[in-house]
Every structure is written in C-alpha cells, then in structure tokens.
C-alpha cells in the first residue's frame, strides 16, 4: 500500500521551460490537493480537486493548472515556469472533500527554477 | 483571506524539557487539525479537535481546543530526539471549504 506517490521528486528547469508534476493515490479517496512548502510560509494550498471530475482553485493558482485524470490521478502543470516557483509540492488526498477531513500527503516534489 | 497564527517559529529545548506551540485564529474555528513533518519528510497527520474546550492526549503530546473555538495548543511533555521537526496546524472556519495552514513551529531537542 504506497498511498501518495509523487514524480519526480527533484527537478530542475529554466525559466520559461514547462513540466508536469504527477500524483497517483492508492486509497480510493475522493479528493486530491496539490500544495507548495515554501521557508516561513508553511503549506499553501493550490488546487484541488473535491471529486473526479471536479477542480477549483485554492489559495495560489496563479501559473498553475490541474487536471484530474482519473479517481487516483492529479497532476499540477506549470506552463511557463519562474524563478518564484522555486518550492516544494505536495500532493495530498482524503477520504472525502472538505476541511474536516484528514490529509494524507506524499514525499514532495523539490522543484528549482532558475 | 483568514489566517491562522502560529507561534513560536522555532522552539530550541534541551531533551527532557517541554515544549508548546500556539494557534490562534481571530474567528472561530470549525475544526483545527495538527500534523508533524519530520527534517526532509512530509506532514504527517497527528489529531483533529472539533469540539469546544476539546482536550485529546497521545502519550506525551497533549492537544487543547480552547473555549472559544479561536486557539489551539500542542505541549509535549519531557521532549525527546524523536520530536524533532516542524508542527503544523491547520484550521477551518465555517463557510470555508478547505483548511489553512499555519507558518508551523520548527522544533530542535538538544540531547
């Protein structure tokens, strides 16, 4: 049982370049997060996706897309990377939608742009 | 937007003694939820409060809801190597969907 399983774990882009950061759960959950980790800022959320089918934007959409492949896929695509996007991101699901519900995340993803 | 405030940043203590970190939100809180993300890992999740003056306890570590839905407080008692890393909490407000993440108390055992 892998539970949350982020690719790649390191990456490494100019600015300008584009990339996909991929998350697959094994929990049957029905919501998945996509989350960055900057020093001091704590965990900001980007997206989400509440059910398969469903995205919304979260607290820092701005550079981002999303797309719920499936019930156990979501990935976060940055079009046109920036040195700003330089963090780490987490991929997290729960059981159901919603802030009551606990967040299982996975490894991260340290992304730098330079 | 809402925030949740978290203090202190970082926590130096000498193993043994104790430890606690704050959240406070200006409004009230519809459940706060507390993780721990261990030096290079993930945030793992540690408990969730939903009620009113709510105490829970896991072997050293005790998590408080205050009266008023608006703080929350994690203490560990008698800290070890083994706590080390940050803890996070995270709050809902009614009308909000989704939990905000407080900034986290980064947390050094000197042995």
């Known amino acids: 049982n892998a539970g949350v399983t982020q690719t790649p774990k390191f990456q490494v882009l100019k600015t300008g370049q584009s990339m996909t950061l991929q998350c697959a759960q094994d929990?049957?959950?029905?919501?998945m997060y996509w989350y960055r980790q900057d020093p001091g800022m704590g965990l900001r959320l980007i997206y989400y996706s509440a059910s398969e089918g469903t995205t919304d934007k979260g607290e820092v959409p701005n550079g981002y897309n999303v797309s719920r492949l499936n019930k156990r896929e979501f990935s976060l695509r940055l079009e046109s990377a920036a040195p700003s996007q330089t963090s780490v991101y987490f991929c997290?699901?729960?059981?159901?939608?919603?802030?009551?519900?606990?967040?299982?995340f996975g490894a991260g993803s340290r992304l730098t742009v330079l | 937007g809402q925030q949740v405030m978290q203090i202190p940043q970082y926590q130096h203590v000498q193993e043994g003694e104790d430890f606690t970190t704050y959240c406070n939100s200006s409004?009230?809180?519809?459940?706060i939820q507390w993780y721990k993300q261990r030096p290079g890992g993930h945030p793992v999740f540690l408990i969730q409060?939903?009620?009113?003056?709510e105490v829970k306890k896991q072997k050293r570590l005790t998590f408080q809801f205050g009266e008023a839905k608006k703080n929350s407080s994690l203490h560990i008692t008698a800290t070890q190597t083994t706590d080390v890393g940050t803890y996070f909490c995270?709050?809902?407000?009614?009308?909000?969907?989704?939990?905000?993440f407080g900034k986290g108390t980064k947390l050094s055992v000197i042995p």
């Open positions: 929990m049957n959950h029905n919501s």
């Open positions: 409004t009230t809180l519809s459940n």
């Open positions: 995270a709050g809902r407000w009614a009308g909000s969907y989704q939990l905000t």
């Open positions: 997290a699901s729960s059981e159901g939608a919603g802030g009551a519900n606990v967040l299982t």
């Open positions: 409060l939903v009620k009113s003056g």
